[in-house]
């Protein structure tokens, strides 16, 4: 009985002996011989490859491949393998292949191949030269800039019995050998060629490459799962401004090839590497995950994850989120404790940035006036890099709001104007719509506020500071239920934020103007714990306890908040700041009042 016709995606190989008929015809003993020894090479890398031959017919070959890196790697090796084979013999006997691959939609019957892919392979085999290769855009959308291969594209090209013009990319082996590890290579080049560069300067902002996740399953149809993993965290990351991601095709490039992660950090121009394993077991999957240094080898992050595969794009939605969530902040840390070792005299102006967010996160008068020192020498260095001036916009406000030591209306107008500016750098940087949204807030603009707070988590939505800021001009606004929402999707997506002390008061604040006194208390102790220098804390803590009447703790909370910072604390009692509604700031004095405060 005839197997069942199905149809999948595939990678289609066609290959045949050019002059085949002139040989035959000069000795047809001699051809046959040649050709079964051809075959057998030719056969075995295909194997190797993790390939099946699905056809042949006289002199040609008719195979697919699982992905596209291997159906290129294995014609790549044909290749090698041929003209190795060829030559000691003369000219007129040499036996030399031509290769078409194409990624296409094929029919598969009693494992034979049909359909439109298949011809447009073939028809990419005819239009190759003797001993080299051409593939569809297709196949070269996928792999990218592949080391130990020279691709020129040849425009497109009309062929027999296919409507549309195919456009061809001829693909030759390099003629010089990939560098070894520990090699460094020039950038190559040839007319019309892209060749993949073997050692690249490190940009001036963290960089990382996620690498295929290797399918450690028996199971070949894991393969698209994997790969979509990687997928969807290379698109996910790509959209923090802070990051410099390399792109799919790049990173494909690797897939199936043991390279040593320092080699991928030269080749790539990475800090970082990101790899990855999945195996499926039964209806269980487990995905492991760890992020590398690529310069030292040393581990920043690991994490694995076990789940049910009830709904494989759910599954794969999920793990693609945790690892996200996982990894920026990972490399933010990474990155400033780099930034931390290196002398003063040395610092480039990312990295005298990240010194200022380290000084900044430790919220005291003290860090907050080296945190400005450090901002501004990262403008100094680079007048043209946002994060001096996002940086320096927010700890103008904190110097005048809450460590008293500068003027707030000055603050205001010099963190307006610097916020406007990294705005302007960059548009489409939402650190930097964030940084306005706050400065916008300080001046009572809830609603140019949430506009560049709404603004920069469409634009990065797995950015935590973009939620801080939409939760910020949320609760203030008056809407404390989104703005919970939004400050625990802050907290969650970056542990590591040098605002969350803020975003532990934007909590607290918000718990409180709902009423729910206990809360809040257990927030803005955890806060205090974790932040004891900031002293904003304990007049919250104080309206709260006071609400509740706890009393003796109420009077307690109130004595250090007002000890730790009379003139903070003066400047918010006495006189209703900008950013807070008459009801809100009323409520506030109404826990004070409670807790023993007297006008």
């Known amino acids: 009985m005839a197997e069942r016709a199905e149809r999948r995606l595939t990678t289609i190989l066609a290959a045949d002996v050019a002059e085949y008929s002139r040989l035959m015809r000069a000795d047809e003993d001699g051809t046959l011989s040649a050709l079964a020894a051809c075959r057998a090479i030719m056969d075995g890398l295909i194997a190797e490859h993790r390939g099946r031959i699905a056809n042949t017919a006289g002199d040609s070959v008719l195979a697919e491949f699982p992905s596209v890196a291997d159906g290129l790697s294995c014609s790549l090796a044909i290749q090698t393998a041929m003209a190795n084979h060829n030559e000691p ?6 036996m030399r292949f031509r290769i078409g691959l194409h990624l296409g939609d094929v029919i598969i019957r ?29 196949v070269r959308e996928h792999v990218g800039t592949r080391l130990g291969a020279v691709f020129t594209d040849a425009g497109a090209q009309q062929v027999k019995n296919i409507a549309e013009p195919i456009r061809v990319f001829r693909v030759a082996p390099h003629p010089n050998p990939p560098p070894q590890a520990g090699e460094g290579s020039a950038l190559g080049a040839r007319v019309g060629a892209a060749v993949a560069p073997g050692s690249l300067p490190l940009p001036d902002k963290p960089s990382v490459a996620v690498l295929p996740f290797a399918n450690m399953s028996a199971d070949p149809e894991q393969e698209f799962f994997a790969d979509g993993i990687a997928e969807d965290v290379i698109t996910a990351l790509s959209r923090y401004p802070s990051l410099f991601v390399i792109a799919r095709n790049s990173c494909f490039t690797y897939k199936g090839r043991a390279v040593d992660v320092k080699q991928i950090g030269r080749e790539l121009g990475v800090r970082y590497v990101l790899e990855g394993s ?8 487990r995905v492991t995950a760890q992020l590398v240094e690529a310069e030292t080898g040393k581990h920043v992050w690991a994490e694995r994850y ?13 793990i693609t989120e945790a690892a996200t969530i996982a990894i920026a902040p990972a490399i933010a840390q990474a990155e400033q404790q780099r930034a931390i070792r290196r002398p003063p005299e040395s610092l480039d102006a990312w990295a005298a940035y990240q010194r200022g967010l380290w000084h900044q996160s430790k919220a005291s008068t003290e860090d907050n006036i080296l945190a400005q020192k450090f901002f501004q020498h990262a403008i100094d260095l680079d007048p043209t890099f946002a994060g001096g001036y996002r940086g320096l916009a927010a700890v103008y406000l904190q110097a005048a709001a809450v460590f008293m030591t500068r003027n707030l209306l000055e603050a205001q107008t010099s963190a307006e104007a610097l916020a406007r500016r990294a705005v302007a750098l ?30 920069a988590t469409s634009v990065s939505p797995n950015l935590g500071v973009a939620h801080g800021a939409l939760s910020l001009s949320l609760v203030l606004g008056g809407r404390c239920a989104e703005g919970l929402a939004a400050v625990e999707r802050s907290l969650r997506l970056d542990p590591y934020d ?9 909590m607290a604040i918000a718990l409180y103007f709902s009423r729910d006194y ?11 714990r974790s932040f004891p220098g900031d002293p904003t804390h304990y007049r919250w803590l104080a309206a709260a306890l006071g609400q509740l009447d706890r009393n003796e703790e109420a009077r307690e909370a109130l004595t250090k908040a007002i000890a730790g910072a009379p003139a903070e604390f003066d400047l918010h009692i006495r006189e209703r700041l900008p950013w807070f509604r008459p009801q809100d700031h009323e409520h506030m004095l109404e826990g004070l009042r409670k807790a023993g405060w007297q006008a």
């Open 89 to 94: 013999l003369s000219r007129d006997c040499q």
């Open 110 to 138: 009693d494992g034979d191949l049909f359909g439109d892919a298949v011809n447009i392979a073939a028809r990419l085999q005819a239009l190759t030269e003797p001993g080299s290769i051409c593939v569809s855009a297709a």
């Open 306 to 318: 076990d789940r049910d595969l009830a709904d494989i794009f759910a599954v794969q939605d999920e």
């Open 518 to 528: 206990s809360a809040a208390v257990g927030v803005l102790t955890q806060a205090i």
């Open 498 to 506: 040098p605002f969350r002390s803020l975003r532990l008061r934007t």
């Open 426 to 455: 960059d548009g489409s940087d939402a650190e930097a719509r964030s940084c306005l949204s706050w400065v916008l807030l300080r001046r009572g603009d809830y609603e140019g506020a949430l506009r560049e707070a709404e603004h």
């Open 278 to 285: 999945l195996r499926k077991s039964a209806n269980r999957i």
